[in-house]
T-cell receptor
Framework: DGGITQSPKYLFRKEGQNVTLSCEQN?????MYWYRQDPGQGLRLIYY???????QKGDIAEGYSVSREKKESFPLTVTSAQKNPTAFYLC????????????FGQGTRLTVV | RKEVEQDPGPFNVPEGATVAFNCTYS??????FFWYRQDCRKEPKLLMS???SGNEDGRFTAQLNRASQYISLLIRDSKLSDSATYLC???????????FGSGTRLLVRP
């Protein structure tokens, strides 16, 4: 089945450690996105990528990094520079400007202790 | 000012009620508009796109007012299963960037 997969579903890390969240899609979509959601809040854009080897900062990119070496993969690294990393992280993909629907992965709940 | 703004609610309505949400956007160059639904602790899913002429899908009606820069979602004959958070999404056609509102929470009671 085609879809977008995030792993792991739950992740615990100690403060000061970098952590990488995985996002893989087999929908042949060009665009991929990372959002952060805090309790009771909407989605805030961290980074997005329109094509392989290219990505753009979103509204809250500080403390995060991404790569897009393959069309299928868009991993997100939460670095120790991110002040409040505990959140729900959602990855999405979209087929292009004419595609109406963005598909989301099931999300990763990151808790930093 | 936020690019996309929504009333957070919650809207608490009885079954069978009609309820409407509005969403305002700040960038007049915005061209594509959507409503997504998000259940508690789940990922968002597309409810419907919003077209310039307005569009309807069963009990759901979406409308766009470009002059006033807002979109709306009307839900008729509310069901218990409609309880969720409704997210407004905006995109400029020249960009892949999808901007989400903070969401409006709907609670439908028996």
């Amino acid at each position: 089945d085609g879809g977008i997969t995030q792993s792991p579903k739950y992740l615990f890390r100690k403060e000061g450690q970098n952590v990488t969240l995985s996002c893989e899609q087999n929908l042949n979509h060009d665009a991929m996105y990372w959002y952060r959601q805090d309790p009771g809040q909407g989605l805030r854009l961290i980074y997005y990528s329109q094509i392989v080897n290219d990505f753009q900062k979103g509204d809250i990119a500080e403390g995060y990094s991404v790569s897009r070496e393959k069309k299928e993969s868009f991993p997100l690294t939460v670095t120790s520079a991110q002040k409040n990393p505990t959140a729900f992280y959602l990855c999405a993909s979209n087929g292009g400007l004419m595609e109406t629907e963005a598909f989301f992965g099931q999300g990763t709940r990151l808790t930093v202790v | 000012r936020k690019e996309v703004e929504q009333d957070p609610g919650p809207f608490n309505v009885p079954e069978g009620a009609t309820v409407a949400f509005n969403c305002t956007y700040s960038n007049s160059a915005s061209q594509s508009f959507f409503w997504y639904r998000q259940d508690c602790r789940k990922e968002p899913k597309l409810l419907m796109s919003v077209y310039s002429s307005g569009n309807e899908d069963g009990r759901f009606t979406a409308q766009l007012n470009r002059a006033s820069q807002y979109i709306s979602l009307l839900i008729r004959d509310s069901k218990l299963s409609d309880s969720a958070t409704y997210l407004c999404v905006v995109r400029m056609d020249s960009s892949y960037k999808l901007i989400f509102g903070s969401g409006t929470r709907l609670l439908v009671r028996p």
